[in-house]
């Protein structure tokens, strides 16, 4: 039995880390256990423009502890009418992508996509300049149920998506389904998938368990045990489709716990030793290094982290709540033992 695990530096390819107070609360738990981290655009207003990229990066950059490496990597805010002439600017201030929100689908997103095809002109100059496209991959049809919309997205979305952009390098974000992932295990090299750690470690029965739990409510939902036994089959698999995206979505603690809960699991302050338990369950370890620190990487065309973490088969207590700016923060697992600890 491994009871210390040391791998290369990972990233965190799918991050909410908010802004102002609530900024400068979240920033030094990811930078703790990651190189990088693909910062989302979802603001209020979102992040539609190279500079306001620029800006939001420095921000994040001010709130890294001093002598911690890491580094915030930007993506634009895609809309109807954003201009193809922005992702030429996007790509000279070092914007790497462009995340797809199907208008109204999850936390911040009345600004998002109506209908993708008024978004071709920008998606041809993504695909000219090798900006990658990140796609929230549900539907929001109300006719369409909760549970089926990652699996419709494919149908009315993603398989036209890349009929017309052969080349434009997509991610399908946190992947929930079987559907999905076997999708992306068949596609091509232009395809790739982030997946959740608590996608990995859950279904939709934690959401229920002995009452309603709102910490466990994200979206995408939770969904049924085939479908998180088929991320987890993903996830292990080695294939370089599959890597790492926390999706961690911070929220105070009041509005999770609210009539109208927010979705989002907030997992930055122990991410890596939740994804070493999911992978810990399946016998996999030896998997983790190449989802969580090169497959990432390797898909976004950057170089691989030179550093090393070391995490511990050691059981600690995940501190209950945090500071949140004037409020606190709620992190899944709150409370709760976990099995393995980040040490170095």
Not at 3 to 22: C, E, F, K, Q, S
Not at 38 to 61: E, F, G, H, K, S
Not at 176 to 181: K, L, M, R, S
Not at 249 to 264: D, I, M, R, S, V
Request: a negative charge; charged letters at 20%.
């Amino acid at each position: 039995m491994t009871d210390t695990l040391t791998i290369t530096r990972p990233d965190d390819w799918h991050l909410h880390v908010r802004d102002g107070a609530a900024l400068q609360a979240v920033v030094p738990h990811s930078a703790a256990q990651f190189g990088r981290a693909l910062i989302m655009p979802n603001l209020r207003p979102p992040v539609t423009t190279a500079q306001q990229a620029v800006d939001y990066r420095q921000r994040i950059l001010d709130a890294v502890p001093a002598g911690t490496a890491f580094e915030p990597v930007m993506s634009l805010y895609l809309t109807d009418k954003l201009p193809p002439e922005e992702i030429e600017r996007a790509a000279a201030a070092g914007v790497k992508a462009l995340k797809l929100y199907p208008a109204g689908a999850t936390t911040n997103s009345d600004a998002g996509v109506t209908d993708i095809r008024k978004t071709y002109a920008t998606l041809e100059a993504m695909q000219k300049l090798g900006l990658l496209l990140l796609v929230h991959g549900e539907v929001t049809d109300p006719a369409v149920d909760l549970f089926d919309r990652e699996a419709v997205f494919i149908e009315r979305v993603m398989i036209p998506l890349r009929r017309d952009f052969p080349e434009l390098k997509v991610v399908f974000e946190h992947l929930t389904t079987q559907e999905g992932a076997q999708y992306v295990r068949d596609a091509d090299r232009f395809t790739g998938a982030t997946i959740t750690a608590h996608h990995l470690l859950y279904n939709r029965n934690a959401i229920f368990t002995g009452g309603i739990r709102p910490h466990f409510y994200c979206l995408p939902v939770l969904k049924r045990e085939t479908h998180r036994l088929a991320l987890v089959e993903a996830a292990t698999s080695g294939s370089p489709r599959f890597f790492l995206g926390t999706d961690s979505a911070p929220h105070p603690a009041h509005l999770k716990e609210h009539a109208f809960g927010c979705a989002g699991c907030y997992t930055a302050l122990s991410a890596m030793e939740l994804y070493a338990q999911a992978f810990d369950n399946s016998g996999a370890l030896d998997k983790l290094e190449g989802f969580a620190s090169f497959h990432g990487a390797d898909f976004y065309g950057l170089p691989r982290n030179s550093g090393t973490i070391t995490l511990k088969r050691e059981a600690w207590t995940v501190p209950e709540t945090v500071p949140y700016g004037e409020a606190t923060l709620k992190p899944l697992c709150g409370g709760e033992q976990l099995a393995w600890k980040l040490v170095a």
